[in-house]
């Protein structure tokens, strides 16, 4: 067979291939210009999620309801995985820290386009970990972003690396330019260690400015909260406890489902409750703090008026976060997401959440304060 005829034939192979090698390559492109809303949004939140932990003291401070102490305590009792987290409490604040950096690490990664199915995989991971802890009890469950998270990081995964405003795909061009020569003298072999090399260098030095921005946030977030005072102190909310002496059994048919009952001493029917303390540690119209004994979950009880009380469980029904009581505005305020709900009833006043406080039943007899089943 003629020489001529065999290169001209290879010649059309390889414009085909070469045509179809474009068409990919522009369907790559216009994915990449599709996904990239979606990338910088990611990236964006991810790395704030992470500056914002690690600059808010309140997150590392156990006495704060929105430290990840506390949050831990809150979604081991709800979360389907709260088994899991009840051993992991001690060490809470490393696990925040972990968390923090990882979120940073996620979005710093997905915004420069290195590592990026790496970095969208371990989105998907805090995503899902997140659902499971925080708002897998959301209802109905599109009100909980945790899930949309979730299936948001999947096309980055299937995309894997980016071929616009990719650090990595330019570090890969960048090496494979400088390693033309090395092809020819020295091998393909010795070519892609060197563009592993240089790939591994570049990973370096992002870490180490990702670590430069965490410890900035770090500090300057403390430098920057000396005067400030979180909502989670204001007010100081007491705790109330029972008496040390044992109280016998008293005598009252006031259940507080919610409302405002004023009990009576005239009774017929035997508390049968747990003792939370006397109601002298109440003063009117103040709050205090007390352990649900049947749930194990945060609560409040109020004195409304004269001998009038009512409970409500501290636990947001939105992301499990423990409201506190706001007097001056007669709210509960959830410090993690802005909730409110009435002080008086329980009542959500603004969202995020869509369900009011469960309220919580307590009798009022000789004085002391009982919570019943």
Same mark, same amino acid.
């Given at each position: 067979?003629?020489?001529?005829y065999?290169?001209?034939?290879?010649?059309?192979?390889n414009?085909?291939?070469d045509?179809?090698?474009?068409?990919?390559?522009?369907?790559?492109?216009?994915f990449d210009?599709?996904?990239?809303?979606?990338?910088?949004?990611?990236?964006?939140?991810?790395?704030?999620?992470?500056?914002?932990?690690?600059?808010?003291?309140?997150?590392?401070n156990?006495?704060s309801?929105?430290s990840?102490q506390?949050?831990?305590?809150?979604?081991?009792l709800?979360?389907?995985?709260?088994s899991?987290?009840k051993p992991?409490?001690p060490?809470?604040?490393?696990?925040?820290?972990i968390i923090a950096l990882?979120?940073l690490?996620v979005?710093?990664g997905t915004?420069i386009?290195?590592?990026s199915?790496?970095a969208?995989?371990?989105?998907?991971l805090?995503?899902f970990?997140?659902?499971?802890?925080v708002?897998f009890?959301?209802?109905p469950?599109?009100?909980?972003?945790?899930?949309?998270?979730?299936?948001?990081?999947?096309?980055?995964?299937?995309?894997?690396?980016?071929?616009?405003?990719?650090?990595?795909?330019?570090?890969?061009?960048?090496?494979?330019?400088?390693?033309q020569?090395?092809?020819s003298?020295?091998?393909?072999?010795?070519?892609?260690?060197?563009?592993?090399?240089?790939l591994s260098?570049?990973a370096?030095?992002?870490?180490a400015?990702g670590?430069? %921005?965490?410890?900035? !946030?770090?500090? #300057?977030?403390?430098?920057? $909260?000396? *005067?400030q005072?979180?909502? =989670?102190s +204001?007010p100081?909310?007491?705790n %109330?406890?029972?008496p !040390?002496?044992? #109280?016998s059994?008293?005598t $009252?048919? *006031?259940h507080?489902?919610? =409302?405002? +009952?004023?009990?009576?001493n005239?009774?017929?029917?035997t508390v049968a409750?747990t003792?939370?303390?006397?109601?002298s540690?109440v003063?009117?119209?103040?709050?205090?703090?007390f352990?649900?004994?049947?749930?194990?979950?945060?609560a409040?009880?109020?004195?409304?008026?004269?001998?009038?009380?009512v409970?409500?469980?501290?636990?947001?029904?939105?992301?499990?976060c423990?409201?506190q009581p706001?007097?001056?505005?007669s709210?509960f305020?959830?410090p993690?997401?802005?909730?409110?709900?009435?002080?008086?009833?329980?009542q959500?006043?603004s969202?995020?959440?869509?369900?009011?406080?469960?309220?919580?039943n307590?009798?009022?007899s000789?004085g002391?304060i009982?919570?019943?089943?």
């Amino acid at each position: 067979m003629p020489t001529g005829y065999n290169n001209n034939n290879m010649l059309q192979t390889n414009n085909r291939i070469d045509e179809k090698s474009g068409q990919q390559r522009k369907r790559l492109d216009r994915f990449d210009y599709a996904t990239l809303p979606l990338r910088a949004f990611l990236g964006i939140t991810f790395a704030y999620a992470g500056l914002q932990k690690l600059a808010n003291p309140a997150f590392f401070n156990s006495a704060s309801p929105i430290s990840i102490q506390q949050q831990f305590k809150a979604y081991s009792l709800h979360s389907p995985i709260g088994s899991l987290l009840k051993p992991l409490i001690p060490y809470a604040t490393s696990i925040g820290f972990i968390i923090a950096l990882g979120e940073l690490a996620v979005g710093i990664g997905t915004l420069i386009g290195l590592f990026s199915r790496i970095a969208a995989i371990g989105g998907l991971l805090i995503s899902f970990s997140l659902f499971l802890t925080v708002s897998f009890h959301s209802s109905p469950y599109f009100t909980g972003s945790d899930i949309v998270f979730f299936f948001a990081w999947i096309p980055l995964i299937i995309a894997g690396r980016h071929n616009i405003f990719s650090l990595e795909t330019y570090i890969v061009n960048y090496a494979d330019k400088l390693n033309q020569n090395a092809k020819s003298r020295y091998g393909q072999r010795q070519a892609e260690m060197d563009r592993r090399r240089f790939l591994s260098t570049s990973a370096v030095y992002t870490a180490a400015v990702g670590l430069i %921005l965490a410890g900035g !946030s770090f500090i #300057i977030g403390r430098l920057l $909260s000396g *005067n400030q005072k979180a909502l =989670s102190s +204001v007010p100081n909310t007491p705790n %109330l406890s029972a008496p !040390s002496t044992p #109280i016998s059994p008293g005598t $009252s048919t *006031n259940h507080n489902s919610g =409302s405002a +009952v004023a009990p009576t001493n005239a009774s017929s029917t035997t508390v049968a409750g747990t003792v939370i303390g006397p109601a002298s540690q109440v003063p009117m119209g103040k709050v205090a703090a007390f352990t649900d004994p049947y749930s194990g979950d945060p609560a409040y009880v109020l004195h409304l008026t004269s001998n009038n009380f009512v409970a409500f469980n501290a636990v947001c029904p939105h992301a499990g976060c423990t409201v506190q009581p706001v007097l001056s505005q007669s709210v509960f305020q959830c410090p993690c997401h802005g909730s409110q709900f009435d002080l008086s009833s329980g009542q959500v006043i603004s969202g995020p959440a869509s369900s009011n406080l469960t309220p919580v039943n307590i009798v009022l007899s000789n004085g002391i304060i009982y919570v019943t089943d």
